[in-house]
């Protein structure tokens, strides 16, 4: 296969969905003349008209995005149209490497719109809310994928960018908004801050709170710390800048089902876990809306546990963690969501990071918590209780710790 970079995977675990592929053939067949990147890895390629040869497709990641973007600067080669038919530049949030550009269409926009109204559809989102965005607006796609779908929708959108923490409580307040969209930490970290002016929020016209950017808002401590503090029900939400919107929210706040009228999505097997009990694995996503740049058998290196519900395809608990943020702790596999559920339990809205190091064949994981000596102990008991392993978790004085209000980055990893 002319210029193919990746393996092929094993065949697609049986949970996945396959009677959209002919959508997905005649996608294909439509932008590989023009498109010089799927060219190169797909060409001469047999379309996909069944499950056995979408499997042999080669596999594709960030790192295939990154390569072809320093090859063919400034947008990359994944480009089905000419230029000028683009009419949105955003870039990903750089958390798997240097930050890519993605390009949309007029057309790919309204189907990333689409993708959000089964999100917003879940959370009961009406005309009838007001909504507040507590985002900074950068180029980053989720942000402005949602303010967007609900503009659409015809809810009164209010932009929370450029306005400080306080400035922010306080328009939700005085313009009596009833939904806020924010990640999981700054909605904790608005949280605080109420606590610390005294401004009781689970008293306040927020009822619906939806989490998007990064994982944590299926965690179920977190969750419930969310849920209390702003006295309002939790949406988790899932998706990617190069992806699209795939993750729709669980109404019993299970996780987040995977969207799978846009999206073909199949799961490969971390450190032997069985899928189909439950395993945890890496989930590999294909779009099917965004026939101008679109990723096909895409490595999102997000870690999840699929289930195959009568209702649909459950990622139970959402987004995990990353595959390049797992810890080998003692022979016993940990993600920063498991110790992200212990410090919740514990330590309410405490800032924390994870710092992994590698010693000899093993991690060594350390956690600081801007709480007390005591938390810290409950917290490493309860890591030690529930997964066998000891780690330390130290106290830190509050401030020292960086806070966060777009996607955290509370895992340092030192093992490279």
Same mark, same amino acid.
């Given at each position: 296969?002319?210029? #193919?970079?990746?393996?092929?995977?094993?065949?697609? *675990?049986?949970?996945?969905?396959?009677?959209?592929?002919?959508?997905?053939?005649?996608?294909?067949?439509?932008?590989?003349?023009?498109?010089?990147?799927?060219?190169?890895?797909?060409?001469?390629?047999?379309?996909?008209?069944?499950?056995?040869? %979408? *499997? +042999?497709?080669?596999?594709?990641?960030?790192?295939? /995005?990154?390569?072809?973007?320093? #090859?063919?600067?400034?947008?990359?080669?994944?480009?089905?149209?000419?230029?000028?038919?683009?009419?949105?530049?955003?870039?990903?949030?750089?958390?798997?490497?240097?930050? /890519?550009?993605?390009?949309?269409?007029?057309?790919?926009?309204?189907?990333?719109?689409?993708?959000?109204?089964?999100?917003?559809?879940?959370?009961?989102? =009406?005309?009838?809310?007001?909504?507040?965005?507590?985002?900074?607006? #950068?180029?980053?796609?989720? %942000?402005?994928?949602?303010?967007?779908?609900?503009?659409?929708?015809?809810?009164?959108?209010?932009?929370?960018?450029?306005?400080?923490?306080?400035?922010?409580?306080?328009?939700?307040?005085?313009?009596?908004? =009833?939904?806020?969209?924010?990640?999981?930490?700054?909605?904790?970290?608005?949280?605080?801050?109420? +606590?610390?002016?005294?401004?009781?929020?689970?008293?306040?016209?927020?009822?619906?709170?939806?989490?998007?950017?990064?994982? @944590?808002?299926?965690?179920?401590?977190?969750?419930?710390?969310?849920a209390m503090a702003w006295g309002a029900k939790v949406f988790d939400h899932a998706g990617a800048s190069e992806v699209g919107a795939y993750g729709v929210p669980c109404p019993q706040g299970r996780g987040v089902f995977v969207n799978e009228r846009e999206f073909i999505a199949e799961f490969l097997p971390v450190n032997g876990e069985?899928?189909?009990?439950?395993?945890?694995?890496?989930?590999?996503?294909?779009?099917?809306?965004?026939?101008?740049?679109?990723?096909? +058998?895409?490595? =999102?290196?997000?870690?999840?546990?699929?289930?195959?519900?009568?209702? @649909?395809? /459950?990622?139970?608990? @959402?987004?995990?963690?990353?595959?390049?943020?797992?810890?080998?702790?003692?022979?016993?596999?940990?993600?920063?969501?498991?110790?992200?559920?212990?410090?919740?339990?514990?330590?309410?809205?405490?800032?924390?990071?994870?710092?992994?190091?590698? =010693?000899?064949?093993?991690?060594?994981?350390?956690?600081?918590?801007?709480?007390?000596?005591?938390?810290?102990?409950?917290?490493?008991?309860?890591?030690?209780?529930?997964?066998?392993?000891?780690?330390?978790?130290?106290?830190?004085?509050?401030?020292?710790?960086?806070?966060?209000?777009?996607?955290?980055?509370?895992?340092?990893?030192?093992?490279?």
């Open positions: 296969m002319p210029g #193919a970079q990746a393996t092929l995977a094993p065949p697609p *675990a049986a949970l996945g969905r396959w009677d959209e592929l002919p959508r997905l053939a005649a996608m294909l067949d439509a932008i590989l003349p023009r498109n010089r990147f799927w060219n190169f890895r797909l060409g001469g390629t047999p379309l996909p008209s069944g499950p056995d040869q %979408f *499997a +042999r497709l080669p596999l594709s990641s960030n790192r295939d /995005l990154s390569r072809d973007l320093t #090859a063919n600067p400034p947008y990359g080669s994944n480009l089905s149209e000419p230029l000028h038919a683009y009419c949105r530049f955003h870039q990903t949030s750089g958390t798997a490497g240097r930050p /890519l550009a993605v390009l949309d269409t007029a057309a790919s926009w309204e189907w990333w719109l689409d993708c959000w109204d089964a999100v917003l559809d879940a959370a009961g989102l =009406t005309k009838r809310d007001l909504a507040f965005f507590a985002f900074s607006f #950068a180029p980053f796609i989720g %942000f402005w994928s949602a303010f967007e779908a609900v503009l659409r929708r015809g809810t009164l959108a209010v932009p929370g960018g450029g306005a400080s923490t306080d400035r922010r409580l306080s328009m939700i307040r005085d313009l009596q908004c =009833t939904a806020l969209f924010s990640t999981p930490t700054y909605a904790l970290r608005m949280a605080g801050r109420a +606590r610390a002016l005294g401004m009781d929020l689970a008293a306040g016209p927020v009822r619906r709170v939806i989490l998007a950017g990064e994982p @944590g808002g299926s965690v179920p401590a977190t969750r419930r710390r969310i069985r899928i189909s009990q439950g395993g945890i694995a890496e989930l590999v996503v294909t779009n099917l809306g965004r026939a101008c740049c679109p990723v096909i +058998r895409y490595r =999102t290196g997000d870690l999840v546990r699929p289930r195959r519900l009568p209702e @649909g395809l /459950l990622l139970e608990g @959402g987004v995990l963690g990353r595959s390049d943020h797992m810890m080998l702790v003692r022979g016993v596999n940990l993600h920063p969501s498991a110790i992200e559920e212990a410090v919740r339990r514990v330590a309410d809205l405490a800032e924390f990071r994870i710092t992994v190091e590698r =010693t000899g064949e093993m991690d060594e994981a350390r956690v600081e918590v801007e709480s007390s000596r005591d938390a810290c102990e409950a917290i490493a008991h309860d890591v030690r209780n529930i997964f066998g392993v000891r780690i330390e978790v130290e106290p830190v004085p509050e401030g020292t710790l960086p806070n966060w209000e777009a996607k955290a980055q509370r895992f340092r990893d030192l093992r490279r």
